[in-house]
């Protein structure tokens, strides 16, 4: 793929897994992060970052346009932040701040992580910042959003001990249970995998359509969004065996 991307929440759980995909998928690929990602090759190029507020600051320094695909694995828990206010914070206003620069400068696709039973009418705080996230990132108008909606995910959590607890419960009865069921749990390198696979599968099917109606490419497209749901992110990533 001859493009460039660029992706925060790097070091999360998803987040290094996709580091890792998009850097061999994309000919560049740009990683705004407090931290070095674990993995790091010669296509990324880094852009550390002590707060998140400053985004627009980087933003001025890096080449993003319309031959940039983004992606958000940006997240925490209200556990980790410390308060409500600073969990919506980072999960909402960060998403929304990130993915309106990258709006402003011309890119078309974005990919955004978010989670299964994100509702704006939830009681849980979770589920409604992260719907909230969802339908304002969907206002913009991408010309084509993916939102991720993943289970229960499967990998080493730092300061998250109620899953940590419930990985290693699944983890005996993961035989018994069919990956055909909703709430089936998915690692996160699964996910990673499926955003990087609809990333490029994206791109395949644009190439196309470009060539079948280039007489029509400086029409203005209308958004699309696609729901990417665990269910569908298990089937695309099943290993038969």
Same mark, same amino acid.
């Given at each position: 793929?001859?493009?460039?991307a660029?992706l925060i929440?790097?070091?999360?759980?998803?987040?290094?897994?996709l580091a890792?995909?998009?850097?061999?998928?994309y000919?560049?690929?740009?990683?705004?992060?407090?931290?070095?990602?674990r993995?790091?090759?010669?296509?990324m190029r880094?852009?550390?970052?002590s707060?998140f507020?400053n985004l627009?600051?980087?933003?001025?320094n890096?080449?993003?346009d319309?031959?940039t695909?983004?992606?958000?694995?940006?997240g925490?828990?209200?556990?980790q932040?410390?308060s409500?206010e600073?969990?919506?914070k980072?999960?909402?206003?960060y998403?929304?701040s990130?993915?309106k620069?990258?709006?402003?400068?011309?890119?078309?696709?974005?990919?955004?992580?978010?989670?299964?039973?994100a509702?704006?009418?939830?009681?849980?705080l979770?589920?409604?910042?992260?719907?909230?996230?969802?339908?304002?990132?969907m206002?913009?108008?991408?010309?084509?959003l993916?939102v991720? /909606?993943p289970?229960l995910? %499967?990998?080493k959590? $730092?300061?998250?001990?109620?899953?940590? =607890?419930?990985? &290693?419960?699944?983890k005996?009865i993961?035989p018994?249970?069919?990956e055909?069921?909703?709430?089936?749990?998915?690692?996160a390198k699964?996910?990673?995998?499926s955003?990087a696979?609809?990333?490029?599968?994206m791109?395949?099917r644009?190439k196309?359509?470009?060539? /079948?109606?280039?007489?029509? %490419?400086s029409e203005s $497209?209308?958004?699309m969004?696609?729901i =990417?749901?665990n &269910?569908?992110?298990l089937?695309?990533?099943?290993?038969?065996?």
């Open positions: 793929m001859q493009q460039k660029i929440g790097a070091t999360g759980l998803v987040g290094q897994h890792k995909q998009l850097s061999e998928l000919d560049t690929l740009i990683v705004i992060a407090r931290r070095p990602p993995y790091i090759n010669a296509s880094f852009y550390q970052v707060d507020d627009a600051d980087v933003f001025a890096i080449g993003v319309a031959t695909d983004a992606f958000s694995c940006l925490t828990t209200k556990k932040a410390g409500d600073a969990f919506r980072v999960d909402y206003d998403n929304v990130f993915a620069l990258c709006f402003d400068r011309g890119v078309k696709n974005f990919f955004l992580l978010s989670a299964m039973n509702d704006v009418d939830s009681r849980f979770y589920n409604r910042v992260k719907a909230e996230t969802e339908q304002t990132i206002s913009l108008g991408f010309e084509r993916a991720f /909606r289970s995910l %499967l990998g959590h $730092k300061g998250r001990p109620i899953e940590s =607890i419930s990985q &290693k419960a699944f005996i993961s018994l249970v069919s055909s069921l909703p709430l089936h749990p998915i690692s699964r996910v990673a995998i955003m696979m609809t990333a490029h599968d791109y395949e644009r196309y359509s470009d060539y /079948r109606s280039e007489s029509k %490419l $497209k209308p958004s969004t696609d =990417i749901e &269910k569908q992110m089937a695309m990533t099943r290993v038969k065996k």
